[in-house]
């Protein structure tokens, strides 16, 4: 079509100007995977949460033994998408100043000014987080809600984007705290990183065993592909996905089941709904649509939902899981056509 039929015919150079938009998402989507991919062996569906995360203005937990790469891949990560980075180890010693930072007094301007922590960052990597107490870990409940932080009566506003990656190891680790109801809600997914199989894991090996141990994601070739503001801008594309009227009543129907099924005792808020539409409308974007599908719910449903609900104690003394116990909820309700 040329330059001329479309400015004769707005609406079908508005379509051509959204295809072309939504083709951005997933070149983006694209590129990133590809510079992650220097520096980590495997985790696609990782990093496919994680990108998902970033444009739905989430946060992710990510959760798994020791050694698995964890914090490479969050590393990675921010390397690629551009923005501030910021680390903080979480040990059961440090105090919420060490997080958000504090006020210092300053003789020669007899005045007190505020010393940011390293919350202040684009992308935040809380590393470790159930090794700390609660009233550490509720330092950034302000922050991963409301996108600020007070301190001595005083907000402050955080960089645009503002995300949060967390790592935590299983709760049966030695010296851990689990994390309270009201902080697992503010992530937007909770993803579970097991060990490679066997075949990732030789292959890892072999890609890996060779490199110096120092060596960051920007010393293995991990660039930038976007910054903070093409993420904000793509973020607003995201927003803008439809929704079709029959997909809230869906997620609606999801929500209540697992309220209702008794191997549950605490279900899903309906907070975890909005997240969960954000997320498709996500995962709609990224693969370069501008309307949600019924199956872009069910791909990241267990993600959205594994550490808003809580499993009947006495399921788990079966052997169930808290997954499978969602699968069979995605089983059972009704698809929308």
Same mark, same amino acid.
């Given at each position: 079509m040329t330059e001329e039929n479309l400015e004769s015919n707005p609406q079908d150079g508005q379509e051509a100007a959204d295809g072309r938009a939504h083709s951005e998402l997933r070149a983006f989507g694209a590129a990133a995977s590809d510079a992650v991919a220097h520096s980590v062996v495997g985790m696609e569906r990782e990093l496919h949460h994680a990108l998902v995360a970033v444009l739905a203005g989430g946060h992710v937990l990510l959760e !798994?033994? #020791? !050694?698995?790469?964890?914090t490479l891949l969050v590393r990675s990560i921010a390397a690629a998408l551009g923005g501030s980075y910021g680390r903080i180890q979480f040990t059961p010693d440090l105090m919420p100043s060490d997080v958000t930072g504090t006020s210092v007094f300053r003789p020669s301007e007899g005045e007190f000014l505020f010393q940011a922590g390293p919350i202040f960052a684009n992308f935040l990597l809380c590393d470790e987080i159930n090794r700390a107490p609660a009233k550490t870990q509720a330092a950034l409940l302000e922050a991963m809600q409301e996108q600020a932080t007070t301190v001595d009566g %005083?907000?402050?506003?955080?960089?645009? #984007? +503002?995300?949060v990656f967390a790592t935590q190891n299983p709760l049966e680790h030695e010296g851990t705290y689990p994390l309270p109801e009201a902080q697992l809600d503010r992530f937007l997914f909770k993803v579970l990183v097991d060990y490679?199989?066997?075949?990732? /894991?030789?292959?890892?090996?072999? /890609?890996v065993h060779s490199r110096s141990i120092s060596a960051g994601p920007e010393d293995l070739g991990v660039t930038p592909v976007s910054g903070p503001e093409l993420l904000l801008e793509f973020a607003a594309r995201v927003a803008e996905v439809d929704v079709r009227e029959d997909l809230p009543a869906y997620v609606v129907r999801l929500l209540r089941a697992t309220r209702e099924t008794p191997q549950l005792v605490l !279900?899903?808020? #309906?907070?975890? !709904?909005?997240?969960?539409? %954000?997320?498709?409308?996500?995962?709609? @974007?990224?693969? @370069? %649509?501008?309307?949600?599908?019924?199956?872009?719910?069910? /791909?990241? +449903?267990? #993600?959205?939902? %594994?550490?808003r609900v809580v499993l009947d104690p006495a399921e788990e003394i079966e052997g169930g899981t808290t997954d499978q116990v969602l699968t069979r909820i995605l089983d059972t309700v009704e698809v929308p056509r």
């Open positions: !798994g033994p #020791p !050694g698995v790469a964890k %005083r907000t402050h506003l955080l960089p645009q #984007p +503002f995300v490679p199989d066997a075949a990732m /894991e030789t292959r890892l090996l072999t /890609e !279900g899903a808020s #309906p907070r975890a !709904g909005v997240m969960l539409l %954000r997320a498709a409308k996500a995962v709609a @974007a990224l693969d @370069a %649509r501008d309307y949600v599908l019924p199956d872009d719910i069910k /791909e990241i +449903f267990l #993600p959205a939902m %594994r550490h």
